[in-house]
């Protein structure tokens, strides 16, 4: 996924020139309006976004099979660059960070052709190159990347002061540092920021296929039903089903390695027309070749569960509509690249049975469960230890709720009291939407009112529940939330807190934790990089002394 790439610049950007319809006059120090020039440029950014979006459409109609292949080839090409340990190692911050924004471009780019090209009605395409243009596909990646960048534009103008110049308004200053002064938006940046190095760890968690079926059909064994019954398919034919995929594209990657282009020195070249010909074959499978790798249990899921490009307009493609629906089948073949059907194998049955009215509470029920279990054992790792799980508290005649784990250290005496939450963001949250945020936040301080009402029950005369010794309430969630860094409790992500159990001495305080383990004053780029990536397509700020 892209997220907010400021916390890398200094704390003045400057956006390249772009051509606005509107004329102004250019307002005085004293009439300066940073809500007024935030309007105007937000109102820019969207037309412009428009227009790009329609732009690239335009180029993805023309796209046929091998446009598609080459896109898939080069998100391939991508993914081994920052997997690969031998690769990766030798990456400075600037190139990690420009696969990462390549690979969100390239998804996007898929899902374009995906949606509108002309590839899924001719089978025999993929006998011949003919037809097939390059320089298309360099120019839907390159409207990929500039889409991509104006959605991270909008992000950081709802964040920093901007300032438009120009008889215009093509030039648009934006300054960060005084965007930051309001507590508000500042939540916003910093929340981002967490967002972003969340997701980055995950990613570099990589697992091979077999070790992905493994953790899926462990995660889910307790609500098989729901799966068949929300799937239709068993979670066996499901695990199968990938495992068989993965088995034929690694056959065929094999088979294919003798009609592709080599240096001299005997390694692959992957810019050799005839590495990107055979690699691409092994994506392309016939309706009988697909029946030879996949059980037919499978097969009947991919063609229940296929791209739909009905399903999302050009704006939502961005949401990781692709992601969830990897599977892009053609009149009488399938195209299956191994980086969109592996890419979020459990994120996809963890939403299907979510959102699904019939599996929604038993599944709820049973991933809480597991969550507290994830917690317990990140736990240990800090000298604690299970003592109990929904302790129900009540004052009188009203219910407080239950305490959902306590876990005890017995070295040092302490006692933590956990609440846990295994919310998924909602999508809008995810990608910093600012109303989004508000409305989430005013719903999870519902989470804060709960545990202090807890927290001061148990503080008081005779409770009934005795704690003896030091103890600590803390709120651990699935995800980063917003409400840790407006709240006045202690609010982690399981990520967060797997780190915060092991310090000596424990931050008490979000602000503490966060400037210890984000770092958020340390810059991950020089300016010079950042420019390189700007001019590459990623970026449309770049650092001013201004």
Not at 244 to 263: P, V, W
Not at 308 to 330: C, I, K, T, V
Request: net charge negative; proline share 4%.
């Amino acid at each position: 996924m892209c997220t907010m790439r400021t916390q890398f610049f200094s704390q003045k950007l400057v956006t390249h020139k772009v051509t606005f319809a509107m004329e102004h006059r250019i307002v005085n120090k004293i009439e300066f309006d940073p809500e007024s020039h935030r309007s105007r440029a937000l109102a820019k950014l969207r037309s412009e976004l428009e227009k790009d979006i329609a732009r690239a459409v335009e180029v993805a109609k023309l796209c046929g099979i091998w446009e598609l292949l080459r896109l898939c080839y080069l998100l391939r090409l991508t993914r081994i660059s920052m997997v690969v340990p031998d690769i990766r190692q030798n990456l400075a911050h600037a190139d990690v960070a420009g696969l990462q924004m390549r690979d969100e471009a390239l998804k996007y780019a898929i899902a374009l052709v995906a949606k509108h090209g002309a590839w899924k009605t001719d089978p025999s395409a993929i006998n011949s190159m003919k037809g097939f243009e390059n320089s298309r596909v360099e120019q839907l990646e390159r409207f990929a990347r500039h889409i991509n960048a104006k959605f991270e534009m909008e992000a950081l103008l709802h964040i920093a002061e901007p300032r438009l110049q120009g008889e215009r308004d093509q030039d648009c200053i934006l300054d960060l540092h005084a965007g930051l002064k309001d507590p508000q938006r500042a939540m916003q940046f910093y929340y981002g920021l967490r967002l972003e190095k969340t997701t980055q760890r995950k990613k570099d968690s990589h697992l091979s296929t077999q070790d992905l079926v493994r953790q899926l059909c462990n995660q889910y064994l307790e609500v098989i039903d729901l799966f068949k019954s929300e799937t239709g398919i068993s979670i066996e034919n499901y695990c199968a089903g990938l495992l068989g995929i993965d088995a034929a594209l690694k056959a065929r990657g094999e088979d294919a390695e003798s009609a592709m282009g080599f240096y001299p020195d005997g390694r692959i070249n992957p810019v050799d027309r005839r590495t990107f010909a055979a690699m691409a074959r092994t994506m392309f499978f016939t309706d009988d070749e697909l029946e030879e790798s996949v059980n037919p249990e499978f097969i009947g899921y991919m063609h229940s569960h296929p791209f739909d490009n009905a399903a999302a307009s050009e704006s939502e493609l961005r949401f990781h509509y692709l992601s969830r629906r990897p599977f892009l089948m053609g009149n009488g073949f399938a195209v299956l690249s191994p980086d969109l059907v592996f890419d979020s194998v459990i994120n996809n049955t963890h939403y299907t049975l979510l959102e699904s009215d019939d599996s929604k509470e038993k599944y709820k029920k049973m991933s809480a469960a597991r969550f507290i279990d994830l917690i317990a054992i990140a736990a240990e790792r800090g000298g604690y230890e299970e003592i109990d799980r929904d302790v129900f508290l009540k004052k009188g005649k009203q219910e407080l709720g239950d305490i959902d784990l306590m876990l005890h250290n017995e070295r040092s005496g302490h006692t933590l009291l956990i609440e846990g939450k295994n919310h998924a963001l909602p999508l809008g949250v995810y990608f910093r939407t600012p109303e989004s945020i508000e409305e989430h936040l005013r719903q999870t301080r519902a989470w804060e009112t709960k545990v202090q009402r807890r927290i001061d029950y148990l503080k008081g005369e005779a409770p009934s529940y005795q704690l003896t010794g030091p103890w600590d309430y803390v709120i651990v969630t699935q995800m980063p939330e917003p409400l840790s860094h407006l709240s006045h409790l202690l609010v982690l992500s399981l990520d967060e807190f797997e780190h915060w159990i092991t310090q000596s001495p424990r931050p008490d305080h979000f602000q503490s934790f966060y400037d210890e383990f984000y770092n958020p004053e340390r810059s991950s780029m020089s300016a010079s990089e950042v420019d390189f990536l700007r001019e590459e397509g990623f970026f449309l700020a770049s650092p001013t002394n201004d």
